[in-house]
């Protein structure tokens, strides 16, 4: 049976559509494989690979409504880094509407996976996005309550109990229930997603020294060691070790060491430094808890280099090969 893999475009000035094609060139046709892309034609017709790919029967073009004349005018923009209002909103319109024929297009083939390229959250808010990100938008499409972000690369794997939420405001979105959904989804997905039959998974602490027996902080006390005990004989959990919490300074050594198939993190920036750091170019993104595989490379759009044929094509061509992978062991 035929897997079909959905791959939308991403901001239309960022480096989404050099990644993708890259990507795409270099990925030789296979005989279960088909891919949707979803963007404009216009974004790819000066590359000269475009024409090659064109005459690929593995691959579906799906184009935009946008006129030409709106993307001719934002090609021709040189500094990509400074855009105006008008170019923001055209932009962000551009990315919202490949997201929207991407999510027909999954409510079409409910078997497929989809691979994202990055969108400026700045433009596609401006264009009345109203999601914080990709993640956000997909599970509101799709009415999932319960979901959490996995990123990962061939070193660690780290999931999010927030996402895209101010620091100011994470100790309140801390429940003993939030940390439960995080680490039953992490489970489940070790297991399926990454055939795991025994996962490990390291809670780390909020606060400094985990809370230093409440001297740091309670949230470990009061919120996140309940949580954890109250899984204890959880019935989906019955071949998954817990620890925790610990110190965030520590814990991600130890799973470098192999001693953790993956670390639960409590906000944006203490899962994501440690995964870029420690292989960036490989890091992939992965939506747990939807009814599809939903995979995107680690960066964002970088609007310094797009255009000029820098972009590193390798996270995107980590998290399609990952999203490829895991629709054909699923």
């Known amino acids: 049976m035929t897997k079909r893999i959905i791959i939308t475009l991403g901001d239309p000035l960022g ?80 990315a919202y509407e490949a997201l929207n024929l991407a999510v027909s297009l999954l409510k079409e083939n409910p078997t497929a996976a989809i691979v994202t390229a990055p969108i400026s959250k700045e433009n596609i808010t401006a264009a009345g996005f109203a999601f914080p990100g990709h993640t956000e938008f997909f599970c509101h499409a799709f009415h999932v309550n319960d979901h959490a972000m996995m990123l990962f690369n061939n070193k660690l794997r780290v999931v999010l109990s927030t996402i895209h939420i101010p620091l100011a405001h994470v100790s309140q979105k801390i429940t003993q229930k939030l940390i439960s959904q995080k680490i039953l989804l992490t489970a489940q997905s070790l297991s399926l997603l990454f055939n795991i039959k025994k996962p490990r998974i390291a809670i780390c ?70 995964i870029k750091l420690t292989g960036l170019s490989q890091c992939v993104n992965i939506t747990l808890g939807l009814p ?27 998290a399609l ?10």
């Open 15 to 94: 480096i989404g559509p050099e990644i993708i094609l890259k990507t795409l060139k270099q990925t030789k046709p296979k005989t279960d494989l088909h891919y949707d892309l979803v963007g404009l034609n216009q974004l790819f017709s000066p590359a000269s690979s475009f024409t090659a790919l064109k005459k690929r029967k593995d691959i579906t073009w799906h184009t935009l409504k946008t006129k030409t004349t709106v993307f001719r005018a934002l090609a021709q923009q040189k500094d990509r880094t400074r855009q105006t209002l008008a170019t923001k909103k055209a932009c962000g319109r551009i």
């Open 321 to 330: 090969k990952a999203a490829v992978d895991f629709i054909r062991h699923s």
């Open 205 to 274: 602490g909020l606060n400094p020294h985990a809370g230093e027996n409440n001297l740091l902080g309670k949230e470990e006390k009061n919120i996140i060691e309940p949580a954890i005990k109250a899984l204890k004989n959880h019935p989906a959990l019955v071949r998954t070790a817990l620890f925790g919490p610990l110190p965030a300074d520590t814990i991600f050594q130890t799973a470098l060491e192999g001693k953790f198939d993956a670390v639960l993190c409590h906000y944006h920036d203490q899962g994501l430094i440690p």
């Open 292 to 318: 599809f595989v939903r995979t995107s490379p680690g960066h964002g759009t970088a609007f310094d280099i797009a255009g000029k044929n820098k972009a590193d094509p390798r996270s995107f061509q980590a």
